[in-house]
Nanobody, 125 residues
Framework: QVQLVESGGGLVQAGASLRLSCAAS????????MGWFRQAPGKEREFVAA????????VYADSVKGRFTISKDNAKNTVDLQMNSLKPDDTAVYYC??????????????????WGQGTQVTVSS
């Protein structure tokens, strides 16, 4: 069992940066692959970024590539999402998720076993 708690969301202007953090508790966090997803009102939950359990492999959605960076600290049991050059389209609730497996499906919500409650990110124009 893994419990996930996101923090760091807020209201910012376009072009600003935010750093989201996900704190994990529970056994064997270091062995989990982690992902960030987001969901805007009226839209489906969409993939943002994922990181292999050792941290050496990352995957990004095209919409955030070059602007967002995912990182994992197994010593601190955290996974962060650094978001730069934010746009109004980035406005959403951001969720942290943990998956036991790694593969092509790690861009899909159904690949993940545990989810946090989410943190709101609002980007004004």
């Amino acid at each position: 069992q893994v419990q996930l708690v996101e923090s760091g969301g807020g209201l910012v202007q376009a072009g600003a940066s935010l750093r989201l953090s996900c704190a994990a508790s529970g056994r064997a966090f270091s062995s989990y692959n982690m992902g960030w997803f987001r969901q805007a009102p009226g839209k489906e939950r969409e993939f943002v970024a994922a990181i292999w359990w050792k941290g050496s492999v990352t995957v990004y959605a095209d919409s955030v590539k070059g602007r967002f960076t995912i990182s994992k600290d197994n010593a601190k049991n955290t996974v962060d999402l650094q978001m730069n050059s934010l746009k109004p389209d980035d406005t959403a609730v951001y969720y942290c998720a943990a998956a036991r497996t790694w593969g092509n499906r790690n861009t899909e919500p159904k690949a993940y076993d545990y989810w946090g409650q989410g943190t709101q990110v609002t980007v004004s124009s």
